[in-house]
């Protein structure tokens, strides 16, 4: 069983940064994708980021210049980095892997961004 904890969100100013950091543990053999999807207040989830195990990335259009992902392999960590931020990208933002042709999610860190 693989486990995913997310870190990074809170409280910023609109025009701000923030850092979201997710680290995969126990069962981590052959992950292959993983990102970060968002969820406004009564919204479906959606993609913000994805990356490969090679490095390709999907970013999605509201938040590409602004926001951008990476990934430790050997620390099994996807990074959310986020600048510019505005209070439309409030929300919850959840981490997401592939393994196994499976999902996981995490659990969710809230980003609130204040006007």
């Known amino acids: 069983q693989v486990q995913l904890v997310e870190s990074g969100g809170g409280l910023v100013q609109a025009g701000g940064s923030l850092r979201l950091s997710c680290a995969a543990s126990g069962n981590t053999f052959s992950i292959r994708r993983m990102g970060w999807y968002y969820q406004a207040p009564g919204k479906q989830r959606d993609l913000v980021a994805v990356i490969s195990r090679g490095g390709s990335t999907n970013v999605t259009d509201s938040v590409k210049g602004r926001f951008t992902i990476s990934r430790d392999h050997a620390e099994n960590t996807v990074y959310l980095q986020m600048n510019s931020l505005k209070p439309e990208d409030t929300g919850l933002y959840y981490c997401?892997?592939?393994?196994?042709?499976?999902?996981?999610w995490g659990q969710g860190t809230q980003v609130t961004v204040s006007s």
């Open positions: 997401y892997l592939e393994q196994g042709g499976w999902p996981h």
